[in-house]
């Protein structure tokens, strides 16, 4: 124990969903197997796991570098990936270990449903995301995909179309995009296929954040989830710090006998967690 006495403890719902379990179980067996594995993008949006995993033997490779790879096995992250991933495979003999999460790949079906009946689409996600990009590419990307409300007040839009969302966006959100665009008149079909374990959480963080004088939030930058669940925390704990790694942490932050509540996305590793309360507990 610090000088501080810092009590510290850990929201046992937090850290991997079962999408992101799956892909790293699927990963960690075939690199005990072959010793190596080539993994399309970030396995999961956690800079630390993702070195872990590196060490291993996991090669991270991007859609350029798949080109050119010929007769080897390929990891599909969780986020799923979009039609032409899988017609390169083929043409290069690639075998692919599709660890795409059931979730993403449901929402994949609807979506390419929606427009073979040529309805128009769009997708409430973030741009450039790699969930959103598997998405849009069921529509050969003639989807538009809107991050902000606000893009679409210059948009051109169709009177009527079908409203998706990314599977790890804020269900309160989603609702009020759908409400706001009812409300301008146009005829909205709206899917809701956010991650109710995504959105769960949304609702189960705020008991834990009131908790404590403070909270760490722990999670990747990239990570969009990690983004929803911070400002749920924030809100209803406004002394909520975002960090991404232990060393972040500044002693500067607490005050000796603080409550601290350690939460995280569903891309944070517990074992992450685990070194924060270490280091807090040392403060």
């Given at each position: 124990m610090g000088e501080y006495n810092l009590k510290v403890s850990i929201d046992q719902d937090s850290g991997f969903c079962f999408g992101v379990?799956?892909?790293?179980?699927?990963?960690?067996?075939?690199?005990?197997?072959?010793?190596?594995?080539?993994?399309?993008?970030?396995?999961?949006?956690?800079?630390?796991?993702?070195?872990?995993?590196?060490?291993?033997?996991?090669?991270?490779?991007?859609?350029?570098?798949?080109?050119?790879?010929?007769?080897?096995?390929?990891?599909?992250?969780?986020?799923?990936?979009?039609?032409?991933?899988?017609?390169?495979?083929?043409?290069?003999?690639?075998?692919?270990i599709d660890a795409s999460c059931p979730v993403v790949l449901k929402l994949q079906n609807r979506i390419k449903t929606s427009f073979d009946e040529k309805e128009k689409i769009l997708i409430f996600g973030k741009h450039g995301h790699a969930e959103v990009v598997g998405l849009q590419g069921q529509t050969n990307n003639e989807a538009l995909v809107f991050q902000d409300i606000a893009e679409l007040d210059d948009a051109e839009l169709p009177a009527k179309f079908t409203l998706y969302s990314q599977t790890t966006k804020s269900t309160d959100k989603f609702y009020k995009i759908k409400n706001e665009?009812?409300?301008?008149?146009?005829?909205?079909?709206?899917?809701?296929?956010?991650?109710?374990?995504?959105?769960?959480?949304?609702?189960?963080?705020?008991?834990?954040?009131v908790k404590f004088n403070k909270v760490v939030f722990v999670s990747g930058r990239k990570s969009s989830n990690?983004?929803?669940?911070?400002?749920?925390?924030?809100?209803?704990?406004?002394?909520?710090?975002?960090?991404?790694?232990?060393?972040?942490?500044?002693?500067?932050?607490?005050?000796?006998?603080?409550?601290?509540?350690?939460?995280?996305?569903?891309?944070?590793?517990?074992?992450?967690?685990?070194?924060?309360?270490?280091?807090?507990?040392?403060?």
């Open positions: 379990v799956y892909a790293i179980d699927m990963a960690e067996e075939i690199l005990a197997e072959d010793g190596y594995l080539y993994c399309l993008g970030d396995i999961v949006h956690n800079d630390e796991e993702v070195e872990r995993l590196k060490a291993k033997g996991l090669r991270i490779i991007e859609h350029e570098q798949l080109k050119d790879l010929h007769n080897e096995k390929v990891l599909i992250r969780a986020h799923g990936e979009a039609p032409e991933t899988y017609r390169l495979a083929l043409e290069n003999n690639i075998l692919l665009l009812l409300a301008r008149g146009y005829e909205v079909k709206a899917n809701d296929t956010i991650c109710r374990q995504v959105s769960n959480r949304d609702k189960d963080l705020p008991a834990f954040a990690g983004k929803v669940l911070f400002e749920v925390c924030k809100r209803h704990n406004p002394d909520t710090y975002f960090i991404s790694s232990p060393e972040e942490l500044d002693k500067a932050m607490f005050a000796p006998g603080d409550t601290i509540g350690i939460a995280g996305a569903t891309s944070t590793p517990m074992w992450l967690m685990e070194q924060v309360k270490a280091t807090l507990e040392q403060f």
